[in-house]
Every structure is written in C-alpha cells, then in structure tokens.
C-alpha cells in the first residue's frame, strides 16, 4: 500500500510538474527568436518527446502489462520470421537440389539416347528387322510426267493409294509410271556459288518418296522387289523406304 | 540498512559482477577471437562449389550426336575424417571399379585435408556412395564427354582432357566454342552436413554447338571399308576423305587404326593423328593429273596429243621407266593417264618446265595448307623452282620429290571434278547454330580443261586402265591411281618394299558429286593402288551414290 501511495504521489508530481513545463517552453521559444534560431525545432521536438514521455497512455502501456504480452509477440514473431527465413532457404536449397537431380537425369538421359540412335545400334536394330542394304542397282529412278499428279490425285481419291502406314515391316514396290529418268549434266562451275550448284544438282526426279509407297500396285515399272531409296541408318531422316528383303 | 535491503544490494551485485563477466566475455570473443571463430564457422559451414559449365555438342550433318556432355561427379576424400580406411576403401573400390589397394594408398596420409578418390564417376555410382554415407568422402559435381557414336570419327571429333579442355581434334580446335563457362555456388551446411542455403555466385553456361558436315553413316561405312583394307594388307596406316566436289564439304574423313576419344589415354600417340592432314606422302601418279592439267591450259596438249614414247627416259643422271617394263609405244595424253605412263608423263612435265610446272601445282594448292578447319595440317613439301636440280623434272611430273596430304589431293581433284574452281575444304556446317559461309573458291583451271581431263581419268576405271576392275553399276566413274615409293630412311633412296597405294576418285563421272581419296600407307602383300585402293573407292561408291540420292546415268 505504501509503495503504491508513493507511486501515486510520483505521478502527481510528474503531472505537475508537466503542467508547469508545458507554459515554459513556448516562452523559450519565444526568448530564443532572434538570438538562436536553429535551436527551435529541436527544442520544439524535445519539448513534444517530453510530452509524449508524460502522456496519459504513454504512462498507461509502461505501467500496464500489456505491453509484456506485446514484447513476447514481437519477440515471437522475429523468432519467427528467422525460422521462416530458414525454412525458405531450406525449401529453396532442396529445390535446387531437385533441379540439380534432374538436370542430372536429363543429361544422362540424353547420352543414353544418343547412344541408342548411334549408327551401330540402328544398324543393330535394322538387322534384327530383317532390314538389308540396298546395292546400287537396287534403285530404279524414274521421270515423272506432267499427268502424274493428276493421276495420283485420282487414285487417293479412289482410295488405291493409302499414305502413311508408317510400318517398317512392310514395303511396296513404287506404283509411278514412267521412263528411266535422263540425267541432265549440271556443271557446278557453272555457278559461282555453291549453294546454288547443290540445288542444281539434286536428282531431278525419284518416285521412291514416302507419300507413293503404298499399297497401290505395281504399273509399268521394271523395278525390282527391293526399291529402296535409303539404308537403315536413314530411316529416320526420311531419305525414302526400307524393305524387307 | 536492514537485513532485506543489503540481501537485496548483495543480489544486485552478484548480478552486476555477472552481467560484467559476461560483457567481458562478448568483447572477448566479438572483439578480439571474433573475426578468427567466425572464419572457423564458415569453414565448417559454408563451402564453394564450382559448377562445370559442360561443353557443347558435336552434330553430324543430319543431327546426330557424335559428342554429348554428361553430368558426373569427382569423388574425393579428407583423409583425415575417414574412420576406418580400410573398410572405406574397400567400398569405394567395389562400386567405382577401382583397386582397393590404389584407394586405401590415396588415403593412407592421414594429414592430408583433400585428394581425389576418382573423377568423372558415372552418376548412379556417385549415388551409391551416397548412400554408403561414408565419413570423410565427398563429391563435387563434374561433367563428363560422351561420344555415343563409339570411335566413329575418332581422330576427327578429337579428345579432351580432364579438366574438360580439348586436346586434339575438334575438340582442341573448338574448344573455345565448345567450353562451357564453369559457375560457382555458396553452400551452407548444418551441423549434420545437411544443405542449409545455396547461393549462386556466378552461373554456369553450357559451351555452344558445332554441326560438322561429316555424315555419320557415310563416316561409318568408310571406316568399315578402310577396316577391311587394314585386315586385309596390315599397312601402317590409312586414310579417306569423302568429300561433295561441288562444295569441297567432307562428308567423312575415316583412320585406320582408329581411336576410341573417350580412353586416349590408352590409345597409341600415333593413332591420335588425323592421317587425312598430318599424314605426308609422295602422291605418285595421282599427281600426274595435275601434270597434265597444267600442260593443258597452256595449250601444249590435248587430250588426243600423242606422244612417242621409248621404254624409259633419262633426265640428267636419272633414268625413269615403266613400272611395268614395255616397248616403243605411242600414246596419247589420255592413254597416257589411263596407263599411268612415267616415261610419258615426264615427257608432258619437260615440254611444260619448271617455272610453269611450279605454277599450277600451287595454283592447286599444294605446299600450303588447304585451309580446312582442322589443327596440325601438314603443308606438304613442294621445292621452288630454284631448288631443282638436272633430275627433279624427271620426279616432279610423275609425283615423286614432293610430298602432300590427302586432304591437299582432295581438295585439288575436287577442281577437276568441280569444274576448276578450288575450294577451302569445309568441315564444319555451323556454329552456334550459325550457317558458316563456304568459300567462293578460287577457278585454276578452265572448265573445258576440267571436263577433258575428268573425262580422260574415266579411262583409268575403263578397260585397259590401272583401275579397270572397278566399277558400280548404273555410274560411271572416273579417278587416278596411285603407288609411290617410299623413302628408305637408311639408304635415303627409294625403298622397294614399302609403297604407299592410293587412289581418288569421282561419280558420276561427267557431273561429279562425291569424290573419294584413298590412301594406304606401306601395305603388306600387295602394293598396286589400283588393287589396294581403288576397290575401296567402288565399296564406298557403291553405298554413298545412292545413300546421297545420285541418280544413275
């Protein structure tokens, strides 16, 4: 009870003394202009600390307990955010890992891929398939003609030719009429550069494209029961059909 | 004072002496111990990781991969750690496929802080010592060369180191392409080696791309020919070079032996040459063509021009003959190439003379480099005019006293085949996905002249000539064989027993677009290079015509 009284007594006296302080510093203000004026608004700020430092919920929050409960909050809440911080940087490292991990696969993967599609493998492969390589008299090229395609648009129409059975195992002769296509001579010093030689020298005509392979049968064509157009290594790339021999 | 109140200004001073101590304490390890335990703690805890940045990839024409990059892992040990050697060792040994022994020596100094264990493992065994979770050993994270294609191209692709540098080949001379950029990494651990945080220092890069003209399967079927050439003669060495005459693009460059570019370390140094440009050789009557070109565009001859030819011919203080022995004949600078004839391609070289001799043989790029993208080419060996001596004139027409590279016969028999206009050889087709720009090339002979002499060399693989036997059906073929002597280190004259066999050619004769230079160095049994190597030029005809969609006349 005493030291409450005292308290009390403390507070009183505080109060007063803010009452009589409160008065004084205008009147320093004022006998101060004119003399020192920068010190103004640092005594101003001073005086409104002090006021503050006395203010009624100033005194309130220091004397009460709430602001233990806020303390402990606040105390949590970084312990918190730094236990966050580390959960983050944990999540963060362990999804680099991941992305190491699989980054790692990828190139693995890709080696065995590329070991996989190695020349010797798909010669492998083709072998097992049954897959022979066509000698040179193997192929029959042939010209088309300028009724050819209106041809061939007349038999997808009727349905002989059906495109894109995409089976290795089977192989049709070429249904392309036609004659033994004449070779013209491209000099390739005839241009000057050689992108324009490549292009002048491509074979001017072969039947042996993938679209007039199929089921259609065989018209006017001496071509022997192989017609291939490309090895086994190049059965990927387009280059023209592989049969079985 | 009472009783409470000096308790109470005991406790307090207990508490202030307290909280002085611990001041004392903070400054102590803050102030002065600071700056050494907090290195200590970044020691344990944080460590830099370098980042291999791998390096780019080689592509065949058509995209096939003929070097990849893989991510592997250096294995590595602070011997110090490690708890029982022994047993450590012997784990390590059994899932890298080391010698337990060679293990247990890398960590027999117990002072050492760090030495490799084994670099560039395969990742699944950097997996399982992983989880043998074994004190001591750690693992960084590496790259590794990959070539799926096995020793396709060997010599070509090249080999790198284990640092990742090249070393030879492509490898070397694209590294700066190919290198990736290594990164470095931050790592910090807990107490249990547990990944905290990682920060990026500096990220790593993947090197860039080079797509070759090589084709593979071209690459493959020459290698198989020049495998059964090599089974069958046992030469020292061989050589071919396939190449498109229209572009002067090689579309295979094969060795025999061959060479597996990931072990180089056991491959045989010589084995590491790229015959096809560090390999230097008298060409013999291959060279003849280039003989005859010259005498052709200064108009002393035609190909009709006939010329009376004894058994042999003598050129100062050297007598040049036949190589098979005949009589007086006649004939003309066609029969003259398709024979092979010494006497009359000496006779050719004397009627065009030295100074003008020398001329077109460099116009054809001899003893200079081709320029193909490719390090350690060989110049070759061709003398100055004033280097000659009574007899060299004897030499030179028929390709002896000089000395060339397949790739310089290549490239000069592909403007013959061309048309006349010689080309830098082109191996590679981009880089970084860039287009690389061809070279216009250079017109050293006519047109006309290079249509007469392709047409005069389709007699060498036509009855009566040296190649006669060879042949691919629906094509016509044309080319020069080739059979030099070589020179007897000891006696410094023309060995009798070591020749060197050679043959290039081209098809269709009249339109070329592949041209194959065979070369065979000191085979055993036979030596011809119309029985050694112009069969092999019909193997690799007989597949590369139609492979590359040539139509048959």
Do not use: C
Request: charged content about 20%.
């Amino acid at each position: 009870m005493a030291a409450t009284a005292t308290a009390r007594t403390s507070a009183a006296a505080r109060r007063a003394t803010a009452k009589r302080r409160a008065p004084a510093a205008p009147a320093r203000g004022r006998a101060s202009q004119g003399q020192i004026t920068g010190f103004v608004p640092v005594a101003a700020a001073a005086g409104a600390v002090g006021g503050l430092a006395d203010s009624r919920i100033f005194v309130w929050l220091s004397r009460g307990r709430l602001w233990i409960g806020l303390l402990g909050a606040l105390l949590v809440g970084i312990v918190g955010l730094n236990v966050m911080a580390l959960s983050f940087s944990a999540s963060s490292s362990d999804a680099g890992q991941a992305a190491d991990a699989l980054r790692r696969q990828n190139s693995a993967f890709r080696a065995q891929i590329a070991g996989q599609l190695s020349n010797s493998e798909i010669q492998a492969v083709a072998a097992e398939l049954g897959l022979i390589m066509p000698g040179p008299g193997s192929f029959t090229y042939v010209e088309s003609t300028p009724g050819d395609a209106a041809r061939a648009a007349e038999r997808l129409r009727n349905g002989e030719i059906v495109v894109g059975t995409g089976s290795l195992g089977v192989a049709e002769t070429v249904p392309v009429e036609g004659a033994v296509a004449p070779v013209v001579p491209v000099d390739p010093a005839a241009t000057t550069t050689p992108a324009a030689e490549t292009e002048t020298a491509a074979p001017p005509t072969e039947t042996t494209t993938p679209s007039a392979e199929t089921a259609a049968p065989p018209v006017e064509t001496a071509a022997p029961p192989v017609e291939t157009a490309a090895p086994p290594a190049t059965a990927g790339s387009g280059a023209g059909s592989v049969a079985a021999p | 004072m009472n009783l409470i109140d000096r308790r109470v200004g005991l406790l307090f001073a207990i508490f202030v002496a307290f909280l002085g101590l611990v001041l004392v304490r903070a400054v102590w390890v803050q102030g002065v111990t600071g700056g050494t335990l907090s290195a200590e703690a970044e020691g344990q805890q944080m460590e830099m990781v370098e980042v291999p940045g791998s390096r780019g990839t080689i592509f065949d024409r058509t995209g096939r991969e003929l070097a990849v990059s893989e991510d592997a892992a250096t294995v590595f040990a602070t011997p110090y750690q490690v708890k029982d050697p022994e047993e450590t060792a012997h784990k390590l040994a059994k899932v890298l496929g080391l010698d337990s022994e060679e293990v247990l020596a890398s960590l027999a100094d117990r002072e050492s802080g760090f030495t490799y264990i084994d670099r560039k493992a395969n990742l699944a065994d950097a997996e399982q010592i992983r989880q043998l979770d074994l004190p001591g050993i750690g693992m960084l994270p590496d790259s590794r060369r990959i070539y799926p294609q096995g020793e396709l191209a060997g010599q070509v692709i090249g080999t790198v180191g284990i640092e990742n540098q090249g070393l030879t080949g492509l490898e070397a001379s694209e590294d700066e392409l190919l290198h990736g950029t290594d990164g470095e990494r931050e790592v910090t651990r807990d107490a249990l080696g547990e990944e905290l945080e990682r920060n990026t220092i500096a990220a790593s890069a993947a090197g860039s791309d080079l797509k070759l003209t090589l084709d593979a399967s071209l690459q493959a079927e020459t290698e198989r020919v020049l495998e059964d050439i090599g089974d069958t003669y046992t030469p020292d060495g061989a050589t071919a070079i396939v190449m498109d005459p229209r572009t002067s693009e090689v579309l295979a460059m094969a060795n025999w032996p061959g060479l597996d570019p990931s072990d180089p370390a056991d491959a045989d140094p010589e084995s590491l040459t790229n015959m096809a440009t560090g390999f230097t050789y008298e060409p013999g009557s291959t060279f003849k063509a280039f003989t005859v070109a010259g005498a052709l565009e200064q108009g002393l001859v035609t190909p009709s021009t006939t010329f009376d030819l004894p058994p042999t011919i003598r050129v100062a203080d050297r007598v040049i003959e036949e190589s098979h022995a005949r009589g007086y004949v006649s004939l003309s600078v066609a029969d003259i190439l398709a024979q092979s004839s010494n006497v009359g391609a000496v006779k050719i070289g004397l009627e065009l003379g030295g100074e003008d001799f020398d001329k077109w043989i460099r116009e054809f790029g001899f003893g200079r480099p081709t320029g193909v993208p490719f390090p350690g080419e060989e110049q070759g060996i061709v003398l100055t005019p004033d280097e000659y001596s009574g007899s060299t004139m004897g030499n030179l027409p028929i390709g002896q006293g000089l000395s060339v590279t397949p790739m310089q016969m290549a490239a000069a028999y592909a403007a013959i085949a061309n048309g006349g206009v010689l080309r830098v050889p082109q191996l590679v087709l981009e880089r970084d996905g860039q287009p690389v720009t061809p070279d216009p090339g250079d017109r050293v002979i006519s047109r006309r002249d290079s249509g007469d002499i392709r047409e005069m060399l389709e007699g060498v693989l036509a009855p009566g000539g040296t190649a006669s036997e060879v042949s691919v059906p629906g094509y016509t073929l044309a080319g020069k064989t080739g059979t030099a002597q070589k020179v007897d280190p000891e006696t410094g004259t023309y060995s009798e027993t070591e020749f060197v066999a050679s043959f290039v050619g081209f098809a269709p004769a009249q339109d070329p677009q592949l041209l194959v230079t065979i070369v065979v160095d000191n085979p055993e049994g036979d030596y011809y290079g119309g029985t050694v190597a112009a069969p092999a030029f019909g193997e690799i005809a007989r597949f590369a015509l139609p492979y590359l969609r040539v139509p048959p006349q």
